[in-house]
RNA sequence: GCGGCUGUAGUCUAGCGGUUAGGACUGAAGCUUCCCAAGCUUUAAGCCCGGGUUCAAAUCCCGGCAGCCGCACCA
């Protein structure tokens, strides 16, 4: 198919269209219009409900803005931006790290004035003229604004969710009572300054992400109910090339997959893309190559979809380690560990040095204070069985005598262990997510258009139509219609034009069933209710249309006790 | 960011220096005992923006913006 056409319906029925376009428009921005706000409010409830409800994790929202030493503690102010050298005689920029490998052991490492003299040094012109080159300039991903007024601190809009997560670990931990593995996850906006954002929404400048981060002991990535799902087998695409028909068990037990933790997340990701309506023959699971992964990552598969514009990345799921945690520990000096308590309290024996000050003072006098600390700071291994010690304090040598120390053993009782915890992440990219399964819904049929969306994911669930607007159907109609949005369930009431018109309406953005009211209702109280896949209608009571549609939504059965009165059924 | 191509109602499109800028679909109002985009009447809606050339520009030229395709990029 063409994305053209898929976009072009997007823009004619209220999904998506460009931003700004009264000014011209904003490469890499889009308006979500009001059957899109729908879907992309369907995709997040039930991804919530997954990862909040059902897996217990706990929804933080954060801000969008955070200050300079959150991105230089993340890694994102230098990992996240690319140097360029542009060359004076062709105009063509290239990727200045990239044009000093093997002169440097990691160019992308250096800063624009080390790389520069680097290249200079070396002469390195420009691979595609042999032109001058300009020194190297560094493009941040990261939109930077200034918050506040006169000296304003230096500020970044978000380039991932996931930042707000790692530095509020501490109240995360405590609100889960402090075990592991606990998770937080948010739903937010996050920016990239992309180079050249294309392919409709799956390159944006401003997007929406799902993100989960969950927090565990190193040493144990499991997840509670990855008993329930371990003899499941998924489409994985390992990096080493070999296919993969395993279940998760074995894929975790050859180490194909890492630990079990990934692969619940991957089960949970795939079950998330079906409950969504991706079509289950065009997904896959790709590991990462190892010189692919994002700074952080020490392990990554992604959710793939087959989409006109090839197989495209809808979401993430890395093993972080412990890199977050740990640069936010070190950089801001809080104590973002874990505590563990061992079974039974363990006795720790240590060694130390132990100066006897009573035998120093008398010989060192006011430095006494200043050589026992340098003395407790030795290993014991370095002055045992030494007769003295030569140890220097303000320039000046003292030969310490074994009489003035003793190695001492302390034995201590600890309860537990402190840890940085390790994070495995699923990230997901709603906005691509909400694209693909546009397209896996896209039906085509002699220019009929019809979204097969899933029953959770229609953006209206029910069209309630009078066969004509008069003898009372239409009042009728709206009763239905009225009936339906109190108990919550989004319909959409049409009397204009043909009946086949506004069936065709409904199909066209997904609509799964439709209500029709006509002559025999206003003698017999009963309504068609149509099919947008199979178009078959069944009659059923006007009492009995809310459980109906509450059965189709949720998507099992095409309807309750039987579903649909096919033409089989009906006899003819 | 570089190169190529492109920009006409909500959508698809005709136009190729002088047109009241035409059509189709869609939308709106109405008619039609109307169950799968039927028909009829009425109606709304457009030359991406800015400069230039010319007596005259949707049309030619330049710049910007946006889109598509390649390259690069996608932490």
């Given amino acids: 198919m063409d994305p053209q056409e898929l976009l072009s319906l997007c823009r004619r029925r209220g999904f998506l269209w460009p931003a700004y376009d009264i000014y011209g428009g904003l490469a890499g921005f889009y308006d979500y219009g009001p059957l899109g706000s729908l879907l992309k409010n369907n995709i997040e409830s039930h991804w919530r409900k997954l990862y909040v409800f059902e897996e217990g994790l706990h929804e933080l929202v954060c801000p969008?803005?955070?200050?300079?030493?959150v991105f230089?503690?993340?890694?994102?102010?230098?990992?996240?931006?690319?140097?360029?050298?542009?060359?004076?005689q062709?105009?063509?920029?290239?990727?200045?790290?990239?044009?000093?490998?093997?002169?440097?052991?990691?160019?992308?490492?250096?800063?624009?004035?080390?790389?520069?003299?680097?290249?200079?040094?070396n002469?390195?012109?420009?691979?595609?003229?042999?032109?001058?080159?300009?020194?190297?300039?560094?493009?941040?991903?990261?939109?930077?604004?200034?918050?506040?007024?006169?000296?304003?601190?230096?500020?970044?809009?978000?380039?991932?969710?996931?930042?707000?997560?790692?530095?509020n670990f501490p109240q995360i931990y405590r609100h889960g009572r402090e075990k592991l593995p606990v998770g937080a996850v948010q739903i937010g906006r996050a920016f990239r300054n992309e180079i050249s954002p294309r392919q409709g929404v799956l390159r944006l400048r401003e997007f929406s992400q799902m993100?989960?981060?969950?927090?565990?002991?190193?040493?144990?990535?499991?997840?509670?109910?990855?008993?329930?799902?371990?003899?499941?087998?998924?489409?994985?695409?390992?990096?080493?090339?070999?296919?993969?028909?395993?279940?998760?068990?074995?894929?975790?037990?050859?180490?194909?997959?890492?630990?079990?933790?990934?692969?619940?997340?991957?089960?949970?990701t795939h079950r998330f893309a079906i409950d969504v309506g991706l079509d289950p023959e065009r997904i896959r699971f790709r590991q990462h190559e190892k010189d692919e992964m994002a700074h952080y990552a020490a392990e990554c598969w992604d959710l793939e979809a087959e989409t006109a514009y090839g197989w495209v990345e809808l979401v993430g799921i890395a093993d972080r380690g412990c890199y977050d945690v740990q640069a936010h520990l070190k950089h801001s000096g809080a104590d973002l560990t874990a505590f563990e308590r061992f079974d039974e309290p363990r006795e720790v024996v240590s060694e130390e040095v132990k100066p006897k000050y009573d035998a120093m003072g008398g010989q060192f006098k006011g430095k006494t204070k200043a050589l026992a600390e340098r003395l407790s700071a030795l290993a014991p291994d370095v002055v045992r069985g030494k007769s003295e010690i030569v140890v220097e304090v303000d320039d000046e040598r003292f030969a310490v005598p074994s009489t003035c120390f003793e190695v001492v053993t302390r034995t201590e009782k600890a309860a537990g262990e402190k840890f940085v915890p390790h994070v495995i992440e699923p990230s997901y990219g709603v906005d691509r997510i909400l694209y693909s399964v546009l397209e896996h819904a896209y039906r085509k049929k002699d220019d009929y258009l019809t979204l097969t969306l899933r029953g959770i994911m229609a953006p209206i669930k029910a069209g309630v139509f009078p066969l004509m607007p008069k003898d009372s159907m239409d009042r009728i109609a709206l009763e239905v219609y009225d009936v339906l949005v109190a108990e919550g369930i989004s319909a959409h009431y049409d009397e204009s034009g043909s009946i086949g018109r506004r069936y065709a309406r409904m199909d066209e953005v997904g609509t799964p069933c439709c209500i029709t009211v006509d002559h025999q209702t206003v003698e017999d109280g009963t309504v068609t209710i149509r099919d947008r896949d199979s178009k078959e209608q069944a009659r059923i009571g006007v009492d009995e249309v809310v459980r109906w549609v509450r059965s189709v939504v949720k998507g099992d059965s095409p309807g309750p006790d039987g579903g649909f009165e096919t033409a089989e059924k009906r006899g003819n």
């Fill in 64 to 69: 969008i803005i955070a200050p300079e030493p």
């Fill in 72 to 88: 230089k503690a993340s890694g994102h102010l230098d990992a996240f931006a690319d140097m360029y050298a542009e060359c004076r």
């Fill in 90 to 121: 062709c105009g063509e920029s290239h990727r200045a790290d990239h044009l000093a490998d093997g002169l440097h052991e990691n160019p992308a490492a250096l800063s624009e004035e080390e790389l520069g003299r680097i290249l200079e040094e």
């Fill in 123 to 167: 002469a390195v012109k420009c691979p595609a003229c042999k032109g001058d080159l300009s020194p190297p300039r560094r493009f941040n991903l990261m939109f930077k604004t200034s918050v506040g007024a006169g000296s304003a601190k230096a500020g970044y809009m978000r380039p991932e969710t996931a930042q707000g997560m790692f530095v």
């Fill in 211 to 268: 993100e989960a981060e969950v927090f565990f002991h190193p040493e144990r990535k499991t997840w509670p109910r990855f008993d329930k799902v371990k003899h499941e087998v998924l489409p994985l695409v390992p990096n080493d090339g070999s296919p993969a028909a395993l279940s998760l068990a074995e894929a975790v037990s050859s180490k194909v997959i890492a630990n079990e933790a990934l692969a619940y997340f991957i089960w949970l």
